[in-house]
């Protein structure tokens, strides 16, 4: 993830110093701007169903899977009483979303088994 963009993300979630997005409206209406708006929206969206599924007594796993080329992906699995979503996220993004409130205390990691 582009170092800029991740600030903007933790900007936009920092609830002591949040960043308007009215009053920065130009750093908003460049390309690293509206991917910073998607990534915050999407992981704003995994916290609320995170959250739901805690107050359900139901379940929010993760398992991270390493590609052929070494890159790491966390899929995150979220069952419900309407339904499951699964997710999967870059490194990034997962540290991003363990960092907002609630998220952290809620996950539970599954290992896979070894070969």
Known sequence: MDPFV??????LHDPTRPLSRNRHFHTF???EGRSAMKVSR????LQRDIAACVKEGRRARFFRHVGPN???????????????RVS??????????????????????VLEPAA
């Open 42 to 45: 999407r992981l704003k969206s």
């Open 70 to 84: 070494g890159e790491n992906r966390i899929e995150l699995l979220m069952e419900r009483i309407q339904g499951r």
């Open 6 to 11: 991740r600030r903007l993300v933790e900007r």
């Open 88 to 109: 999967h996220l870059q490194d990034a993004e997962f540290e991003l979303l363990a960092q907002l409130p609630g998220v952290r205390e809620a996950l539970e990691e």
């Open 29 to 31: 209406d460049t390309p």
